[in-house]
């Protein structure tokens, strides 16, 4: 129920003598990863992530720069990942660019043809996804959204409101059948907008991408 609780789960994978990395930036989740160091004798290691403002992305690394191309909360993902393979391996550095480039995350941002999918299923899903479409400058934006039933639906279309949002279903029993049809929904965006983003269930998602790579 609360973020210091999933904090307490996710640090039962802290074993003896092996070093702890990460990002998290919340001092009591920090506290906790560091006393479950402790006990476990494991060397901890905070890494700062780089506030970034513009799109592309600059992660600086060993003196050096690199373009991301990501979403934003991808800087930090990436910012880790570096950290973590530098201190398992002797890494080519001629090589993190063309790694970066070929990054691929099935319905994270995903663009496939005209349609962004990215599987934002809850409020901070949707504050991320917010961020991308305002740091990349998308124009004449309009949005397909659903999500299942268990998921705080009204808040997330509230976080939306700003766009023209339609709502639809899809072949899931947990799925509100009274909405259009996804398929419909995304053709009328399509006639409507200029860029499409299906987002929310990552149920919905997957679904939308097997569709529309079957279409290609």
Not at 69 to 82: D, E, G, I, R
Not at 195 to 214: A, D, E, M, R
């Amino acid at each position: 129920d609360s973020l210091l609780e999933i904090a307490y789960h996710k640090a039962g994978i802290i074993k003896d003598g092996v070093p702890l990395l990460t990002t998290a930036t919340q001092s009591d989740v920090l506290a906790l990863f560091k006393e479950t160091c402790q006990k476990h004798h494991s060397s901890f290691f905070h890494i700062a992530v780089e506030k970034q403002e513009h799109y592309p992305y600059t992660i600086r690394w060993k003196g050096k720069s690199y373009v991301l191309k990501q979403p934003s909360y991808q800087v930090s993902n990436f910012t880790l990942a570096l950290h973590v393979v530098d201190k398992l391996i002797d890494i080519n550095e001629e090589l993190v660019q063309e790694t970066i480039d070929q990054f691929y995350w099935p319905c994270r941002f995903e663009k496939v043809g005209n349609l962004y999918l990215d599987g934002a299923h809850n409020r901070d899903g949707i504050e991320a996804l917010l961020k991308t479409i305002k740091e990349q400058k998308l124009q004449d934006v309009g949005i397909v959204f659903s999500a299942l039933s268990d998921k705080d639906i009204d808040d997330m279309l509230a976080m939306l409101k700003e766009y023209d949002v339609v709502v639809a279903s899809f072949d899931d029993d947990r799925s509100d059948h009274h909405h259009m049809d996804y398929k419909e929904a995304i053709e009328l965006m399509k006639e409507k907008h200029q860029t499409v983003i299906v987002t929310g269930s990552l149920h919905f998602v997957s679904t939308v991408q097997k569709y529309v790579k079957s279409a290609l």
